[in-house]
């Protein structure tokens, strides 16, 4: 990261908002009647027929050509998934059997226009990158953005913000965005894990990173979207540290009075315009990694000298690298967010005030404590956004959030894990959108808080057939996925 081009870029995206769609057919099918209140199963009896299939790819200007692999093709459908049981049987599960590799915005508007027609349930993905699998759908028709990959620097004026402002195709990942920032001479607000997207779920659930304290949240970096529909087009308005310590030879309440030293470390981080991210296991706590942009390896140092002298003063060992890094993404730096595979766990989350660091350390450090107890791994993001006077529909419990914590196991996360984080905050918590329990009941009030009835309405007029769709977002409760993989609705 660098710190030329200090003041901020704003970014303009060109993807699919959840909630900005309007959805005017421009399939050139005849409309089905859609008296059924489930979508159809791309597969099914009543989805499209094989004539309709060839007319879409048809219609489109990506098919499969040459690039067609009969023999992963059937492996892929001999796939099973990955949250079932090991003896279950072997199904696509809620995996998408089709899907549209965009090269042209002619062929998103194409897709929600068959989609629409022929009563599929219909999905959006780009990296695939969000626990809670809204890049899924069984029997679904996907659009596939990976491949819009335009980036360009424009001089930007409006009523708002007159300057420099970077536009991203919505399949440009973070540890791309970087580079091409940087060679501009710019930074931009991102996400601190390499692969995940800039446009999309990112943006829309917040966008928390390693610039949040310095300059707040990605969603509030935005200057437009590009939205598209079935036939519309419309435009809506730095050194790092690391440190491990492990449990091993040490009594728990050693090991968790270091760590609450640590939490205690964390508002004088944010406040000097750092991040970090952590995570505490029973075997071991990791920071990987803190970071300031246009701190120097000292400043860090400063910050953390209360962690190492407790640590010494415990008989606890440690390691801790400190580097400076100029511009771009460090090496180094990727490494420690090197993507891992997730399928394997649970996800559940909370949100934790600063208050509750000063207030009650103790109450902090016991709720980690008691979910490591269950075998379950604590994440932790810690940031703080500056004050800001813009309006847009980020959660307002995310704007006075200093940590961002996130719970990791096989099982247990709705019922008995995420309650214990729900009990250090006033009327049971929030979470961050991206990193939450997607079982959790009261996820509206979670996830957007009081922001929810206003996205509603927006939902409402510009999405009125609910086409879009995924586990949390708004208007989500108005359908349920059925046992055999049917999106009903309610």
């Not at 194409?110 to 990158?129: E, M, P, Q, S, Y």
């Not at 902090?364 to 604590?378: E, F, M, R, T, W």
């Not at 719970?407 to 996360?413: D, G, H, L, N, S």
């Amino acid at each position: 990261m660098s710190s030329r081009g200090s003041a901020w870029v704003k970014f303009k995206l060109q993807f699919l908002p959840a909630f900005l769609l309007l959805y005017v057919s421009a399939s050139p099918f005849d409309p089905r009647p859609t008296a059924s209140l489930c979508r159809w199963l791309s597969g099914g009896a009543c989805g499209p027929s094989e004539s309709e299939w060839v007319a879409f790819n048809q219609s489109i200007n990506v098919c499969h050509g040459e690039l067609f692999a009969a023999a992963k093709c059937t492996e892929l459908q001999g796939a099973c998934n990955p949250f079932a049981q090991k003896d279950s049987q072997y199904i696509v599960g809620t995996y998408i059997q089709y899907a549209v590799t965009v090269a042209l915005t002619s062929d998103i508007q194409k897709t929600i226009g068959f989609a629409k027609d022929t009563n599929l349930h219909l999905v959006i993905r780009n990296t695939g990158h969000n626990y809670l699998g809204k890049f899924s759908g069984s029997g679904a028709l996907g659009i596939w953005t990976h491949h819009l990959r335009s980036f360009d620097v424009l001089d930007y004026k409006s009523l708002y913000y007159v300057g420099k402002a970077a536009k991203f195709g919505a399949g440009i990942q973070i540890e791309e965005g970087y580079p091409m920032e940087h060679a501009k001479g710019l930074t931009i607000v991102s996400g601190s894990c390499p692969t995940v997207g800039l446009a999309g779920g990112y943006t829309q659930g917040g966008g928390l990173g390693y610039l949040t304290s310095k300059y707040g949240y990605g969603a509030n970096r935005l200057l437009e979207w590009d939205a598209l529909s079935g036939d519309v087009r419309g435009a809506y308005p730095t050194p790092r540290a690391s440190l491990a310590f492990r449990s091993q030879g040490v009594s728990l309440d050693d090991f968790y009075y270091a760590v609450k030293t640590f939490l205690n470390c964390l508002p004088k981080l944010s406040d000097a315009g750092g991040a970090a991210v952590w995570g505490v296991q029973s075997s071991g706590f990791g920071l990987a990694p803190a970071v300031g942009l246009g701190f120097t390896k000292e400043n860090l140092g400063q910050i953390s000298s209360l962690v190492m002298k407790r640590l010494g003063e415990l008989n606890i060992a440690y390691g801790k690298p400190l580097h400076n890094f100029y511009g771009g993404i460090d090496p180094d730096l990727l490494a420690m967010v090197a993507p891992a595979a997730s399928s394997y766990f649970q996800i559940g989350g909370g949100l934790i005030p600063r208050s509750v660091i000063t207030s009650d350390p103790d109450g902090l450090v016991n709720a980690i404590h008691g979910v490591n107890s269950y075998g379950a791994g604590v994440g932790g993001a810690s940031a703080k956004a500056p004050k800001s006077s813009f309006a847009n529909s980020v959660n307002p419990a995310l704007r006075d959030s200093e940590i961002y914590l996130s719970i990791r196991t096989y099982a247990m996360v709705t019922g008995i894990l995420v309650p214990m984080l729900e009990k250090l905050t006033p009327n049971g918590g929030s979470a961050y959108l991206n990193e939450g329990d997607s079982n959790d009941e009261k996820w509206q009030d979670v996830f957007y808080g009081t922001n929810y009835a206003s996205l509603r309405r927006a939902k409402r007029r510009f999405d009125p057939e609910g086409l879009l769709w995924g586990r949390t977002s708004v208007g989500s409760e108005d359908w349920v996925e059925k046992h055999d993989g049917r999106l009903c609705q309610v």
